[in-house]
C-alpha cells in the first residue's frame, strides 16, 4: 500500500517538475511524504492568514461603514476616491458627487488653497500625520467647524500611499470657546471699569480734601477780618473784599471743573455732535473772560477766522477753550496779551489759545494732562491742573487731540484738534495728543 502511494507522489512530482518547486522536491526527495505534508501545512497556514487578513478586513470596512464620524480615503495628493455614510451625511454629498475631489475643496472660503497645499505639501513630505481645526462648507452652502485629520497608509510597498481624513464636527466647542472667551472680555472689561472707578473715587476725594480747602481757607480767614473790624480804612476793607471775591470766584471754578470732569470720567455726559460755528464759540467764551482781562489790562483778541466750522459738541468744546482762555489771562502779567485763533488743515480745525505770560518750566509741561500739578499765577492764585485735564477729557471726546508748545520767558500756546466736518471722524488723527 505503501509502495503505490510513493508510486503516486513520484508521478505528481514527474509531471509539476518543470513548472514548480514542489513538483522537483517530490520527485527527487528521499521522503517525498513529509514533503507533501510540509505543504499541506503551509497551505493551511497561508488558508489561516487569509482568513485572518478577511476578517481584519471585514472588521475594517464595518467600522469604516458604521463610524459617526466623517472618514473619505482618497489618492497620493488627496483627492478622494471613497467616503463613509457619516462623511456624506455631514457634508450633504453622495459618493458619486465628491469622486476626484481634493480635500481642501470642501474647505470654507479663502482656507480652501492653504488647507489643500497644506494636505498636499503633507503627502508630498511623507509626513505620517497632520491636524487642523478648519472650517468645512457643505452642500447646502452652510459651514461649521471641524478639527481633521490626514493620516497615510503604504501601499504596493510603500511605494505609493493612500490618504485618510477623519473630520469631526466640532461647531459646540467653538461656540463654547466664543461664549467664554466673551465672557473673559467681559470679565476685562469689568475689572477695568472698577479699577478705573476706584481711581476715579480717590482722585475726586483727593482734590475734595486738598484744594477745596486752599479757598475755603481764604474765604474764611478774610470774612473773619471783615467779621471782626480788623481792617484800617476803607481801602484795607476794599482790598480784603477783593481778596475774598478772588477766593469766592476760584472756589466756584474749581467746584465747577471738579462736577464736570467727574460727570465726563464717570461717563454719564452725552455728547451732542454737530457742525458748529467756532468764531461764534470763541467769542462766547472771550466774553466770559473779559472782566477777568480787563482787570490785568490784558488784550483778549478772537483771531478765529470768520465761517470757520468745527464738528464737535458745543458745551464740551466750549468748556475746554473757557479753561484754556482763563488759564492764560491768570498766568500772564498785566498789560500782557491773549489770543484765541484757529486754522483749517485737511480735515481737522487746529484751534489755539496763546499769550505771552512767563512761559512753562520743562518739566512742569511734561506733567501736563497727565497729572494733577500745583501751580501759582501772576497773582498769587494756585492752581491744580484738573482744568487742564479737563480740557484733555472733553477734546478726546471730541474726536481730537490737544498739545501746548512753551518756553519759559516766551509765553504758552495750547493748541487743540477736532474734526473739521463729520466725514473726518473716522480718520481719527491722535499725532496731536499728550505732546
Not at 81 to 102: H, V
Not at 107 to 127: T, Y
Not at 243 to 265: E, G, T, V
Not at 393 to 420: D, H, L, M, Q, W
Amino acid at each position: 500500500m505503501a509502495s503505490t502511494r510513493l508510486e503516486k507522489l513520484s508521478d505528481i512530482g514527474a509531471k509539476y517538475q518543470n513548472t514548480n518547486w514542489f513538483g522537483k522536491a517530490l520527485l527527487h526527495a528521499k521522503h517525498p511524504f513529509r514533503i507533501y505534508g510540509a505543504k499541506c501545512l503551509l497551505e493551511e497556514k497561508n488558508l489561516a492568514h487569509e482568513l485572518a487578513r478577511k476578517e481584519k478586513l471585514d472588521a475594517y470596512a464595518l467600522i469604516f461603514k458604521k463610524a459617526k464620524f466623517a472618514v473619505a480615503i482618497g489618492d497620493e495628493e488627496g483627492n478622494i476616491l471613497k467616503i463613509n455614510p457619516a462623511f456624506s451625511k455631514m457634508f450633504g454629498y453622495s459618493e458619486e458627487e465628491l469622486a476626484g475631489r481634493n480635500y481642501g475643496s470642501l474647505v470654507f472660503g479663502g482656507e480652501a488653497a492653504f488647507a489643500e497645499k497644506m494636505i498636499k505639501s503633507q503627502l508630498g513630505a511623507g509626513q505620517d500625520y497632520l491636524s487642523m481645526d478648519l472650517m468645512f462648507t457643505r452642500k447646502d452652502g452652510s459651514f461649521f467647524w471641524g478639527d481633521a485629520g490626514t493620516v497615510l497608509l503604504p501601499l504596493n510597498g510603500g511605494v505609493r500611499k493612500n490618504s485618510i481624513i477623519v473630520i469631526m464636527d466640532i461647531s459646540g466647542e467653538k461656540k463654547l470657546e466664543e461664549q467664554l472667551e466673551e465672557q473673559m472680555s467681559d470679565l476685562q472689561r469689568t475689572k477695568a471699569d472698577l479699577v478705573h472707578t476706584v481711581k476715579l473715587k480717590d482722585k475726586f476725594f483727593s482734590i475734595i480734601s486738598h484744594d477745596l480747602r486752599t479757598p475755603f481757607q481764604a474765604l474764611i480767614g478774610y470774612s473773619e477780618i471783615l467779621a471782626s473790624g480788623g481792617y484800617e480804612g476803607e481801602q484795607d476793607m476794599k482790598t480784603v473784599a477783593s481778596q475774598l471775591n478772588i477766593a469766592a470766584k476760584s472756589a466756584y471754578k474749581l467746584l465747577d471743573n471738579l462736577l464736570a470732569w467727574a460727570n465726563a470720567s464717570g461717563g454719564k455726559m452725552k455728547m451732542d455732535f454737530k457742525n458748529l460755528d467756532l468764531r461764534e464759540i470763541a467769542a462766547e467764551q472771550a466774553a466770559t473772560q473779559q472782566a477777568k482781562a480787563d482787570l490785568k489790562k490784558i488784550t483778549l483778541e478772537n483771531l478765529v477766522p470768520e465761517g470757520m466750522e468745527v464738528f464737535a459738541d458745543r458745551d464740551t468744546l466750549s468748556t475746554a477753550i473757557r479753561n484754556l482762555a482763563s488759564n492764560a489771562i491768570k498766568f500772564t502779567q498785566e498789560n500782557g496779551r491773549v489770543e484765541i485763533g484757529a486754522l483749517k488743515e485737511g480735515l481737522y480745525v487746529y484751534a489755539w489759545v496763546a499769550d505771552n505770560g512767563p512761559g512753562l518750566d520743562p518739566e512742569v509741561r511734561s506733567k501736563l494732562f497727565k497729572e494733577k500739578i500745583t501751580t501759582r499765577s501772576t497773582s498769587g492764585e494756585e492752581g491744580t491742573g484738573l482744568g487742564l485735564m479737563l480740557v484733555k477729557e472733553f477734546v478726546e471726546r471730541n474726536n481730537g487731540g490737544v498739545s501746548v508748545e512753551s518756553e519759559p520767558g516766551k509765553g504758552t500756546k495750547f493748541t487743540i484738534a477736532v474734526p473739521a466736518s463729520e466725514d473726518a471722524v473716522p480718520a481719527i488723527d491722535g499725532s496731536l495728543r499728550e505732546q
